[in-house]
């Protein structure tokens, strides 16, 4: 007898791959996607660029009992810079997810013990906070480098109470409170002056670490949890790590060709960019002598996933502040999550080459919008790294 789960399961599947080829049909094969591609400007590779991958998936995807060489579907960054770029609309990530989730369990022992070992120690935050309480410990004999990556505790923070008709649902996620302690409470005092109150949601997961290191499954309980800790009555969901709010707002991508795809099409339209509920009309420029040169971070999340651009930005010229122009703005940095402790060469060489785009203007100081972004570019750092919520919270309080 058949087991029923496990014959939805593989209709599923099915169905995904059946798509995957139907949205390949899609490609022109123009080339264009390569040249904003990260690993192939690297590396010149025809197979670590989109088109190449693309050829690739779709050998797989039209027999997948070939022996193929899937390495360049792992160095993917899953930027999104691709999709940006390409003029035919093709749907990239969703072809490549399908294909590796499809893939995962011809990974190696070795490639999945890691990965595991990844999450465990990621996805914990009590192993987390214990690193995080040493390392603040040892701070002052680390490096000016290391030391912009282990951020103190600003006493005196609070939380404000929820007195507010407009609300948000504030995600807290699951390794920022440990590495930014306070920039989740920051954002809600922010809000909070703009006559927003940001309820607090987690600290928990969005799944996005999970799903990159190839536990699907999970990640879709995950999204479940996620999704059930919404309210009505708020005007949206949000997080201050826009690697979590594109991946949030990506849910129905997640339960694609799933029965249980209706609550991520009604979730995803509720999220959006912190930055959103921000108007920066309502902001008060700084005096001369307090305005910076800043070089802004856009992070692929917030580009390519969000497609986010210019409202940040608007923020921070509200405030007084000079943006430097940025070359190759839109190209990734190299950190993508967990990219960084699986591929160190690829990160290393973006991360550098990123660095040395944000600082040729001479800023005062580097500014971004995700977490794993501005820790992985404060190993380069020669000058302040923040995260713009930051920026905008300090620059309130000193007006």
């Known amino acids: ?63 997948p009992d070939k022996a193929l060489d899937l390495a360049p579907l792992d160095h993917c960054l899953s930027c999104r810079s691709c999709e940006t770029t390409c003029p035919a609309g093709v749907h990239y990530t969703e072809i490549l997810d399908t294909v590796r989730e499809a893939t995962g369990e011809t990974r190696s ?15 914990s935050q009590t192993a987390v906070n214990a690193l995080m ?10 490096s000016e480098s290391l030391q912009r990556r282990i951020a103190l505790a600003e006493p005196g923070l609070v939380w404000p109470a929820a007195q507010h008709a407009r609300q948000v649902g504030l995600l807290l996620g699951c390794v920022q409170p440990a590495l930014a302690p306070d920039l989740d409470t920051k954002a809600a005092i922010v809000l909070d002056r703009l006559g927003i109150s940001a309820i607090p949601v987690g600290p928990g997961c969005c799944g ?7 536990s699907y499954e999970k990640a879709r309980t995950i999204a479940h949890t996620t999704m059930a800790w919404d309210r009505p009555e708020w005007e949206g969901f949000t997080s201050t790590a826009t690697g979590c709010t594109a991946f949030l707002r990506d849910y129905p991508r997640l339960f694609s060709g799933q029965p249980d795809a209706e609550p991520a099409q009604a979730f995803s339209p509720r999220v959006a960019d912190i930055a959103t509920w921000i108007d920066p009309t309502r902001l008060n420029a700084l005096p001369p002598l307090k305005r910076r040169r800043i070089a ?23 405030l007084g502040h000079t943006l430097v122009p940025i070359h190759d703005s839109a190209l990734c940095c190299g950190s993508a999550g967990p990219y960084s402790l699986r591929h160190p060469r690829w990160a290393q060489a973006l991360g550098h080459r990123k660095w040395q785009a944000l600082t040729h203007a001479d800023p005062t100081e580097v500014v971004s919008a995700n977490i794993g972004c501005l820790q992985h570019l404060a190993g380069f750092s020669d000058r302040p790294i923040r995260h713009w919520v930051d920026v905008v919270y300090h620059d309130m309080r000193s007006l």
């Open 1 to 63: 007898m058949s087991n029923p789960s496990h014959d939805t399961t593989s209709a599923q599947k099915k169905e995904s791959r059946l798509r995957a080829e139907t949205l390949l049909q899609a490609c022109v094969h123009c080339g264009f996607c390569n040249a904003t591609c990260p690993t192939y400007i690297l590396s010149g590779d025809e197979r670590e660029g989109p088109r190449g991958r693309l050829y690739l998936m779709k050998d797989w995807l039209t027999g």
């Open 296 to 318: 802004w971070h856009a992070p692929c999340s917030l580009q390519h996933g969000l497609h986010g651009q210019g409202r940040i930005e608007a923020i921070l010229k509200a």
């Open 208 to 214: 996005a670490l999970p799903y990159h290191l190839h």
């Open 109 to 123: 022992v070795v490639q999945r013990a890691m990965d595991q070992l990844t999450e465990t120690a990621l996805s």
């Open 133 to 142: 309480r040493v390392a603040r410990r040892v701070r002052p004999l680390a």
